[in-house]
């Protein structure tokens, strides 16, 4: 693989995927109780504070002077109930047995990551901490979401574990697990072979790994180099969320509609959409803002975006503006996304433009209807 961060590659796709096999283990034995509802109604699990302690923990060791801007914090964790005592004593099993197993050389592991003994409570939410960062515009800081898509990894749909590192505000070095991804094709949802692992490094291509660190040589066998299709307008199929609160479903129908596009749209939580579109899949990831106000996420779209970059897509929010990630830990004035192929990308923003403002004028005639009815 390419040269430019190269040991920050090695560090990260090392703790993405010791992340992945936690979350595996969990959703086969996630027990009520293991979940909580946070202050925005979003749930979280053991599973996302262990996946977070497990990556801030390699991170912290390989890199001790990097900020991480993860999306979860340890506060729950440490007030003193017996929930949250059974809670936070769960996290700490689970990212202790993760990162107590011995560096897997062959995969380019090492101890002085972290990795081969356990830490315990104090240090583990002290990692999940170190999430807190503000953001910003200048120097090197990483991103997390430590399971995205929680809800489709409640479901046993798709979800992923997703780091990104930042310089300047842009995205250098971007990776995705998906455990639960098709490792051959999106499409074939029945296939056995789960689980990929996706790496974008900046100027040096979109990449897909195994997810599982076998020997090198297979490592090798099974690297794939990723590249969006040139596809005609009325052959994409659009990638969209499952949850209807996250985007404006209907919407996207009707921007389908403008543009000819003939295939139903292909509904996955999380940022394997973005994995799905980087390998050939839909042709476009559309997502339209529906509440007023819900600020996207720098960690929901950081390792996506460049992944879509570098198999030959653009990325833009709904206006078509670049998507600015210096701004905090959200994305500010940068609402809903579009990310398609080079030749279609300025044509899929035309037609949300131009349904959005029928949209716009509908909603007017029928506010000026109830305006009339209430003051005749
Ligand atoms: N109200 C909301 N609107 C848009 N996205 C949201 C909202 N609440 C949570 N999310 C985040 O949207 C992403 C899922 O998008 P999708 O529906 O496309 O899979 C997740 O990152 C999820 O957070 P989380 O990481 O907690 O799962
Ligand atoms: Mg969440
Ligand atoms: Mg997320
Ligand atoms: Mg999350």
Known sequence: MAAPFLLEQQVAIAAVRRACSLTTTVFNKLVVGETLVKGDKSPVTVADFAAQAVINTVLSHAFPDDPIVGEEDAADLRTATPE??????????????????????????????????????DALLGAI?????????????????????TKGFLRGGQYAVCLALLVDARVELGIIGCPNLPADTDTDATTD?????????????????????????QQ?????????PRLALHDLSFLESVEKAHAALDTNARVAARLGVRAAPV?????????????????????????????????????????????????????????????GRTLGENFGVVAARKEVHA???????AVLA???????????????????
């Open 220 to 228: 090798q066998q099974q690297h794939r180099l990723l590249h969006m």
């Open 347 to 353: 044509e899929v923003i035309a037609a949300v433009g």
């Open 267 to 327: 509904r996955m939580d999380s940022q394997a959409k973005y994995a799905a579109l980087a390998r050939g899949g839909g042709g476009v990831y559309l997502r339209l803002p529906v509440a007023h106000g819900y600020q996207e996420k720098i960690w929901d779209h950081a390792p996506g975006s460049l992944l879509v970059e570098e198999a030959g897509g653009v990325i833009s929010d709904y206006r078509g503006r670049p998507l600015d990630f210096g701004l």
């Open 84 to 121: 949250s005592d059974a809670l936070r004593a769960r996290v700490v099993e689970l990212a202790d047995d993760v990162l107590a197993q011995l560096p897997r050389e062959h995969a380019g592991e090492r101890a002085e990551w972290g990795l081969g003994r356990r830490w315990g409570s």
């Open 193 to 217: 072979d789960k689980g990929a692992l996706f790496v974008a490094v900046r100027g040096h291509g979109a990449h897909q790994l195994p997810l599982e660190p076998s020997t090198q040589q």
């Open 129 to 149: 901490d170190r999430g807190c960062h503000v953001g910003g515009r200048a120097g090197r800081m990483w991103t997390l979401d430590p399971i995205d898509g």
């Open 358 to 376: 029928e949209e716009a004028v509908e909603k007017e005639g029928e506010e000026s209807v109830v305006r009339a009815m209430m003051n005749p």
